[in-house]
């Protein structure tokens, strides 16, 4: 009989309920049926870049307009329009529509029915989690496809060409789908395009369409595709690709990551020499032979052209010190993958999905579902509930093969492809909670033993299904027993588990891959447990309610606290942060010897991490047999220009060129022309005529703020006795708040130092003290209500101090001291993690509810107020 504690576990309540009725329960498109007593999603902010919705239950009807009472308990008035209504209410719901889905392809009524029964059990109580697209998809809309991402080849290197890579990546994202693109087949910068006798703009710039465009498909669709852009260590642009997000504004809606080889590894160790090169675009063949795969054109005898000649070293240190600013590129050692990958011989992995997990080849496709190893303790033997376990890997490995027959495929290369080898990914979340539940602590030498057992175990099962399916069904297309065996992954599945091995000779094997350990972000979330393979990234938050401003706990702390009040978590209670970067990396090498294709993880690094320790990081991965690394590091990119020793004179790259106000009529004109604004000769002489020149050095002051979205350093500076400029830090480079941060700063310091007017500090701060945000920081007079509130609070403090000091020394320099506002605990409704202070640097805004509460988890980023992921 079912225990009331498992009954509990189903029901959702407060975010999981949303992320449940917003993005996964089955929906009516025609609200007009709304009635009394429906429960339904609110928009109870009519915002169109952060729009805001409530669950709520309809108390009452008058023709279009209803009365929603929310589950706050406050009540909205709104129209039928205004309304998301919902077919499915409850997880049972869903998990009968996707039992009876998945079982549906089997061969007889008999098989129908025997496995929309074990479907069920498996989905009962979340013990399997299916990906985003299939619980939203199947059998909702014949158009939807079930798979999160895709790989599409690499663009052929002409106009026509690129377009219709452009044309498939649309279609794909308009439906739901990431995209994997790898650029290396286009010709670098410069080089001859001998049709139109001129030169090529890159692959770097043709990755900037790419990402242009998806920007357009996320303003105006409903769900974002996300994009990961691709290049390989011997392209003559890698650098340029490196280095591009240092830029900003060129590639903006795109992850990237470099294809790193074996033989450019064993060059940066031993210091070695290395080509980029390019085949020669003259050859008459070049047109229909070339699709960028070097070492194929390389096999025909064909002619390689090399660009220059560099130090491995020297791009290895562009990646690590790229990587330390701004977490970007990611690395993939595409040479090893594809040496452990089961494809080996029929169909090489070119790129990635955008969050990593799941290398592909050219029309692969990630086909995701995720175990709840939380599920899966045994609390009488303190030990994994292994045979449950055993039982849930094996039917979930058929639940994910028969999504391949029930999904629509748009492209008939995606159905060749994916109908040929059979890809799977079977993932897990939970672990983390897991874990504390057996008192391990995530990262230590016996977390690394029980990892190697925990995800061999699965490994294992699920192999052994595939193989029973193939026995049943047949195997995948290209299946040949002798070079399937050959593979890496294979060698070391046969050394530990023969019965693998003997199982696979007897049946053959359904699929090529069946393991992936992807993010997770959102439905783990919807589910309230760890997600992915990562740590929690944090026990505790605040949250703000009806009831007031209070600390909550995650569920597992929340529990652990009610049972020993007044005592600290145990060691075993740890999150992303309290680990080191390598523990991150360890725990990552330990579960990818048993993932056949890949893992989503990120190494979360604090803000005093150097550039040498993530170079060790980055090297060490590779030792261990990662197939990829993402690091994260706390507030990275911040640009550091303070210095406490006032005997140094100020460093050249201290003055932040980036942020300083332009100096010439140039400057401005551009700004101006980003803006739309026509500037004419005769208006920029009379600009020049009132715009005072900022000498080489100015000096002022730098106050540090803490607000909604991190800490903010803002410097002041003067001129002839007045502020001349003001500029600012805060988050990360390539952030939207660093963005919105600069672009304040520079506007602030245009008006500063245009025309004599009255008192335009005064002005300034009248416009933008106590604008608000999503949130506050602090109470009193030390209440921060913005980014905007904090800059009016340090103009006023700088004029009181100008005042104060009037004929004293003049300020000392600015990149020399900082004057330091005390902070007070936060008051924001969106979450402020308190178990490192740090963490609070790492946020950016949500684009799915606006808040100030996105951050850097499993190589993508997700929002911990309302569950939004960009994965």
């Not at 449940?20 to 929906?27: I, V």
């Not at 479907?119 to 299916?130: A, E, G």
């Not at 060749?416 to 979340?429: A, D, I, K, P, Y």
């Amino acid at each position: 009989m079912e225990t009331t504690q498992a009954k509990q576990g189903k029901r959702l309540e407060g975010l999981s309920e949303k992320i449940f009725l917003d993005r996964y329960a089955l929906k009516n498109a025609d609200t007009t049926q709304t009635k009394v007593g429906d429960v339904v999603l609110a928009l109870t902010k009519d915002d169109p870049k952060f729009p805001a919705k409530e669950v709520g239950e309809v108390i009452a009807r008058n023709g279009r307009n209803v009365t929603v009472q929310l589950r706050s308990g406050d009540k909205v008035e709104t129209t039928v329009e205004k309304l998301t209504l919902n077919i499915e209410k409850t997880p049972e719901e869903m998990w009968d529509r996707l039992a009876k889905a998945m079982a549906s392809v089997e061969a007889t009524p008999e098989k129908q029915q025997e496995w929309t029964e074990k479907f069920r059990y498996i989905l009962d109580d979340w013990k399997l989690v299916p990906g985003g697209r299939i619980a939203a998809g199947a059998d909702a809309s014949d158009e939807l496809t079930l798979f999160n991402c895709y790989v599409i080849p690499s663009p052929h290197d002409s106009r026509g060409g690129i377009m219709a890579t452009l044309s498939e990546m649309t279609e794909i994202m308009s439906r739901g789908g990431g995209v994997g693109i790898n650029l290396s087949s286009l010709r670098p910068r410069r080089s001859l395009v001998k049709g139109v006798n001129g030169s090529s703009s890159g692959a770097v710039s043709w990755g900037g369409l790419f990402s242009y465009t998806t920007g357009l498909i996320e303003q105006g669709g409903s769900r974002r595709g996300a994009l990961m852009l691709m290049i390989n260590d011997w392209h003559p642009d890698v650098v340029d690709f490196i280095t591009v997000k240092q830029t900003m504004g060129q590639i903006t809606n795109a992850n990237l990551s470099v294809c790193v080889s074996n033989g450019f590894m064993k060059a940066v160790k031993e210091d070695l020499d290395w080509e980029l090169v390019f085949p020669d675009t003259q050859d008459p063949e070049y047109n229909d032979v070339w699709n960028g795969d070097l070492d194929a054109w390389k096999k025909l005898g064909k002619k390689v052209i090399s660009y220059r000649t560099v130090k491995a070293r020297d791009i290895w240190h562009t990646i690590i010190e790229s990587a330390w600013k701004s977490a970007e590129p990611g690395v993939v050692f595409m040479e090893y993958y594809n040496q452990m990958s089961n494809s080996w011989y029929f169909n090489p992995i070119i790129c990635t999905n955008p969050c990593g997990e799941q290398g592909l080849p050219a029309w692969g496709v990630c086909n995701l579902s995720a175990v709840n190893l939380s599920k899966f303790y045994d609390a009488e033997k303190h030990d994994v509930a292994w045979d449950e376990l055993a039982k849930t890997v094996r039917y979930s490995t058929r639940f994910l093969d028969n999504v391949i027959d029930k999904t629509p495929y748009h492209f008939d290369e995606n159905r060749e492809n994916q109908q040929g080898e059979r890809r799977v990914g079977l993932g897990t979340m939970g672990l983390a909670e897991l874990m504390i539940k057996l008192e391990i602590r995530y990262g230590s030498p016996e977390s690394l033993e029980f990892l190697d057992k925990l995800y061999g175990f699965m490994a294992k099962e699920a192999y052994l299904a595939s193989a029973e399916i193939a026995g049943e069904k047949g195997s995948f297309k290209h299946f040949q027993a002798d070079k399937f065996f050959q593979s890496g992954f294979m060698k070391n599945m046969l050394s530990v588990y023969p019965e693998v091995g003997a199982a696979i000779k007897k049946h053959g094997m359904r699929n090529v891959t069946v393991i992936t350990q992807a993010p997770t972000g959102s439905t783990g979330t919807m589910v309230g447990t760890s997600t992915g393979i990562e740590p929690y990234f944090a026990f505790e938050y605040y949250r703000q309610s009806r009831l007031g401003f209070d600390k909550q706990y995650v569920p597992i702390a929340q529990e652990w606290k009610d049972a020993h009040p007044n005592e600290e978590l145990p060691s075993y209670f740890v999150t992303a942060m309290d680990l080191s970067a390598e523990d991150h990396i360890r725990a990552q090498a330990a579960i990818q010897r048993w993932v056949d294709s890949s893992i989503s993880k990120t190494a979360n690094c604090p803000s005093d991490f150097t550039v040498e320790e993530t170079k060790r990081l980055y090297e060490l991965a590779f030792d261990l047999g990662c197939k990829g690394v993402t690091i994260y590091r706390d507030g990275s990119r911040d640009v550091q220009v303070l210095s406490t020793d006032k005997k140094e004179e100020p460093k050249a790259e201290a003055a932040a060129p980036a942020a300083e106000a332009p100096a010439d009529t140039a400057a401005l004109t551009g700004i101006a022309s980003a803006l739309a604004v026509n500037i004419d000769a005769k208006t920029e002489q009379d600009f020049d005529k009132e715009y005072k020149r900022r000498p080489q050095i100015l000096r002022g002051a730098t106050y540090k703020y803490n607000t909604p979205l991190g800490v903010a350093y803002i410097t002041i500076n003067d001129l002839n006795g007045s502020p001349s400029e003001l500029f600012m830090n805060v988050g990360k480079a390539g952030s939207d708040v660093f963005a919105m941060s600069e672009a304040l700063g520079r506007v602030i310091s245009l008006f500063l130092r245009y025309g004599d007017h009255g008192n335009k500090v005064k002005l300034l701060v009248k416009h933008l003290k106590g604008i608000g945000g999503s949130g506050a920081i602090g109470f009193g007079p030390n209440r921060v209500e913005s980014i905007a509130d904090a800059v009016a609070k340090a103009l006023e403090t700088h004029e009181e101090y100008r005042q104060a000091t009037s004929g004293a020394e003049p300020f000392i320099t600015a990149t020399q001291e900082v004057i330091e506002v005390p902070a007070a605990p936060p008051s924001a409704p969106a979450p402020s993690y308190s178990s490192k202070a740090a963490m609070v640097t790492s946020l950016d805004l949500c684009p799915g509810c606006g808040s100030a509460s996105l951050v850097n988890s499993e190589g993508c980023k997700n929002c911990s107020n309302c569950g939004y992921s960009r994965c």
